[in-house]
Structures are given as structure tokens and as C-alpha cells.
């Protein structure tokens, strides 16, 4: 009998586990894998070749990109909780996918312009408007400019050597001007008779 209550106590629990795990598990739509945006743009502002105020193509080695945006606001990426609320419920709102030739480069959620910093020579830089969990739109919202990066890393790099060429210059001069004013300080002073 006392093995009989086991049983029946166990297939009670497993039945209350197995009814009550659904209600707990988030929902999850399998719904598109791109989201609509109605009315949302980006527009490229500069530098670059498709830069609407400055169409200047060469840049140095570290610049800013800036941008303006349409019906569109900037959240850091996952600000949702409910993977239920799409951008189609009038949510207009995501962040930025920064990509530099072809190759993502980093995620950007601020209004401000996107620093970059890269090396000499052509580069193709594309903004696409993203949703909170990284969706597409559909269609894609995107701007793009091309820039030429001259020779900025290289000046960079000369300026950095000869600012360490200068300070182990200094530091010799130093040592030696230490060991100096030691030999000054500490020299036996000779005996008078």
C-alpha cells in the first residue's frame, strides 16, 4: 500500500511539472527573420564619396562617420525582454551594424558619430539599421560612403618612434647626469698631511 502512494505521489508531481514548464518557458514566434521599419532611413552625412555634407574622400587614419536618422531611434542591443514584440508593432527603434569592406566591424547605438580608425588605402563603409535582436529590415535600410585613408597610420607611426626615440634619449642623459652628481657627492676627499 505504502508503495502504492509513492506511485501515485510521483505521477502527481510529474504531471504538475510537466503541465506547469510550458507557462514558464518564454514563447517564442517563429515568425520572419527580417522586420519592417515604416518610414525609417539613414542618411550618410560624411566623410566620403555618398557624404551629403561633406563629400570629402580623403581622410587620415582615424575619423569620425557621421549620420542622420529617419523615424528611427538608437537602443543599445537587447533592451527587449519579449522576443514576442517585433518592430512591426510600431516599435521604431535598434541599433547600427557598422561594416567596413565587407566585414562587420562593430555593433553602434548612439546618435553621435562613429569613430573609426583604419589603414592606408580605399575602404567601403556601410551603416545598416538593425532591430533590437539584430533582425533586418525588409526592405534593408542602409547608407554607405567610400573613403581613402592616406597614409595616417604611417605618419602615426613616426611621430610614435620619434617621441620613443626622444624619451630614451632623455632617460641615457639622466643615468648619466645621476651617476655624476654620485661621483661628485661620494668622492673620497683627499688627505691633508
Not at 634619449?169 to 643615468?175: D, E, K
Request: glycine share 8%.
Amino acid at each position: 500500500m505504502n508503495r502504492k502512494k509513492q506511485w501515485i505521489g510521483a505521477s502527481i508531481l510529474l504531471a504538475t511539472f510537466a503541465l506547469a514548464l510550458p507557462a514558464l518557458t518564454p514563447h517564442v514566434n517563429a515568425g520572419p527573420v527580417t522586420e519592417k521599419c515604416v518610414g525609417c532611413g539613414i542618411t550618410m552625412l560624411s566623410p566620403g564619396s555618398n557624404g551629403a555634407l561633406n563629400n570629402q574622400s580623403t581622410v587620415g587614419s582615424t575619423f569620425l562617420v557621421s549620420f542622420a536618422l529617419k523615424n528611427f531611434t538608437l537602443v543599445q542591443p537587447g533592451t527587449r525582454n519579449d522576443v514576442n514584440i517585433t518592430n512591426s508593432q510600431g516599435l521604431q527603434e535598434g541599433h547600427i551594424h557598422v561594416i567596413v569592406d565587407g566585414n562587420y566591424y562593430e555593433i553602434w547605438a548612439s546618435p553621435n558619430g562613429i569613430p573609426l580608425t583604419l589603414n592606408s588605402g580605399s575602404h567601403t563603409i556601410l551603416l545598416r539599421l538593425v532591430s533590437d535582436f539584430h533582425l533586418p529590415f525588409s526592405p534593408d535600410i542602409t547608407a554607405s560612403t567610400t573613403v581613402t585613408v592616406a597614409n595616417g597610420a604611417d605618419t602615426i607611426q613616426s611621430a610614435a618612434m620619434n617621441a620613443q626615440n626622444y624619451s630614451l634619449g632623455a632617460l641615457i642623459v639622466s643615468v648619466i647626469a645621476l651617476i655624476l652628481v654620485a661621483y661628485v657627492a661620494f668622492k673620497p676627499k683627499p688627505k691633508t698631511a
